[in-house]
């Protein structure tokens, strides 16, 4: 399964390098959806540099994500790092999304210079998530709607500031990653960019549009907000080489691959792999690298024992 992986990562490369005539690389970062820890997370951040670091030459990189978001504090930071990597005349940041980019993931994808996207293929709206403990969740709604009729005072306060905060979070991350990267090359004016990217993040925040932080936002209305979007035809050959059969093939390795690491994502490059078992090892450190944990249950290295008596977390 590995070499098979490796070998299609090649020819969607190859493929990428002769459409845009660049030297193009593609890492990718599979999560298994309800796994109680997929999400994106500050995790996260060592194991896409140490793929990036071993791909070399790369003159474009298109990062392939399929991801419910998560933690949206980290993206910029991937973004820099991603484009670090670039090399060349014509350097350029694709995000690939052959099936879901949604909230954390989607303001990762304003940080590309281009969103390829699909009939499969959704963003979602950035407004942030936080989840409240509650036990009495019902009365602590009615409690709250009746004060917020009768008493301001009886709102709390820290809480609404705090949500507040958020929001201005994700809409300034949004506008900055628009204004410095996606909306650079097409507007060259700062004041006519600067209004777009505010444009566009408001949208993805508005609740009239998106009533609810799953909506659904595909390919053209993305591109109608005035986002980058390559958007490519179902009967497309490079939709079919490029999205679809990489989606099939690292889905299936991330749902059965047998990963017992923490947390579920597949990431993985066509010269990097996820990072064998053994107690101590940092991401990717394993001199015997790359393990390929579908055909190897346990790294020989593990001190976990046999297969049959460790649960799959994945």
């Excluded at 281009?114 to 409240?132: F, N, R």
């Excluded at 777009?196 to 799953?214: C, D, T, Y």
């Excluded at 050959?237 to 989606?247: D, E, I, L, N, V």
């Excluded at 792999?273 to 249950?297: K, V, W």
Aim: glycine content about 8%; charged content about 25%; overall charge positive.
């Amino acid at each position: 399964m590995l070499l098979k992986r490796q070998k299609l990562i090649t020819e969607i490369e190859q493929s990428l390098s002769d459409k845009y005539h660049s030297t193009n690389r593609l890492i990718a970062d599979v999560m298994r959806f309800g796994h109680a820890r997929t999400s994106m997370h500050i995790s996260d951040i060592p194991n896409i540099e140490a793929v990036l670091n071993s791909i070399t030459g790369a003159e474009q990189i298109n990062l392939l994500i399929h991801s419910p978001g998560g933690d949206g504090t980290i993206t910029e930071k991937i973004v820099d790092i991603c484009r670090a990597h670039l090399t060349g005349a014509n350097r350029k940041l694709r995000v690939i999304v052959p099936n879901i980019a949604k909230s954390a993931a989607t303001i990762l994808a304003l940080g590309t210079d281009e969103i390829i996207m699909g009939y499969t293929s959704e963003l979602g709206p950035i407004d942030p998530q936080v989840p409240v403990n509650v036990h009495d969740a019902v009365g602590f709604c009615v409690r709250f709607c009746r004060n917020c009729r009768s008493d301001k005072k009886g709102l709390n306060i820290p809480f609404t500031d705090e949500m507040e905060n958020q929001i201005g979070f994700a809409k300034k991350t949004a506008i900055t990653l628009l204004n410095k990267c996606m909306l650079a090359p097409v507007h060259k004016e700062p004041t006519t960019r600067k209004k777009n990217a505010e444009a566009i993040a408001q949208k993805l925040l508005s609740k009239e549009l998106f009533p609810v932080h799953g909506h659904y936002i595909n390919g053209q209305v993305a591109k109608d907000m005035g986002l980058q979007v390559e958007l490519l035809d179902k009967d497309d050959p490079s939709w079919a080489a490029q999205c679809q059969g990489q989606r099939q093939e690292l889905g299936q390795a991330a749902r059965d691959s047998g990963w017992r690491q923490h947390r579920p994502p597949a990431l993985t490059g066509a010269h990097g792999t996820r990072d064998c078992r053994r107690a101590g090892h940092e991401p990717f450190a394993c001199p015997q690298n790359p393990c390929e944990l579908r055909a190897l249950p346990r790294c020989k290295h593990s001190q976990l024992g046999p297969r049959s008596r460790r649960p799959r977390t994945i």
